[in-house]
């Protein structure tokens, strides 16, 4: 695998359902982030980390639980979601310590029933 | 906080036609600009960047220039293909730390052959 990854590439789940999303770089670096592209919207940040580190929450509801073990993976864990969370999610990797752009995967398209 | 504005679409041309996207941005201090390309079904990939004002970006075919007194990171090519159908993002990166990126709409690019 090359770039980064990311897993399922299509998620539909209930509102009561427990699921997590998967993203996986394999760049070596050390900052991490998901981003929610809705339709007709920005890409919206919500999660960053550096270090393994949460360094930013863009006031994301708590139904959103990010998770990164280690600096080659990085986790959201969803529940209890409401229909307008259907988005595409994408994650996004890149080196700090200087202007380095962000690598992103391909994104989970999360449909909320 | 930051911002970027461009045009929405969709920007429909004929193969062979001069491109032009426009792109405006707020922000304190130096950020870096980038454009970003998203086709159909996959996550964003790195067009060009330009870290300081008056850089000029550049890749397969496409250029912008980082106009600090209007600015501005307009996205041009001088003949576009039909394979260059895809939506535009531009973005920006405020200086320093492990920031998100701010994006604009995205601009979705039709070419009819």
């Known amino acids: 695998e090359t770039g980064v990854t990311q897993t399922p590439r299509h998620l539909v789940m209930g509102m009561t359902n427990k699921k997590s999303l998967k993203c996986e770089q394999h760049l070596g670096h050390n900052a991490m982030y998901w981003y929610k592209q809705s339709a007709k919207k920005p890409l919206e940040l919500m999660f960053v980390y550096s270090l393994e580190e949460r360094v930013e929450n863009n006031s994301v509801p708590s139904r959103f639980s990010p998770e990164c073990p280690n600096s080659s993976h990085l986790f959201l864990h969803l529940h209890t979601l409401q229909p307008e969370d259907s988005a595409l999610y994408l994650c996004?990797?890149?080196?700090?310590?200087?202007?380095?752009?962000?690598?992103f995967g391909p994104g989970t398209r999360l449909t909320v029933t | 906080g930051d911002s970027v504005t461009q045009m929405e679409g969709p920007v429909t041309l004929s193969e062979e036609a001069f491109l032009t996207i426009n792109c405006t941005y707020t922000?304190?201090?130096?950020?870096?600009l980038f454009w970003y390309v998203q086709y159909p079904g996959e996550g964003l990939q790195l067009l060009l960047k330009a870290t300081k004002a008056d850089d000029k970006g550049s890749n397969k075919g496409f250029e912008a220039t980082y106009r600090k007194e209007t600015t501005s990171f307009h996205l041009e090519k001088g003949s576009v293909q039909v394979s260059d159908s895809a939506v535009y993002f531009c973005?920006?990166?405020?200086?320093?730390?492990?920031?998100?990126?701010?994006f604009g709409k995205g601009t979705h690019l039709i070419i009819q052959p």
């Open positions: 922000a304190t201090g130096y950020p870096s």
């Open positions: 996004a990797s890149s080196q700090e310590g200087g202007v380095h752009e962000q690598y």
């Open positions: 973005a920006l990166r405020g200086g320093g730390g492990a920031d998100g990126l701010t």
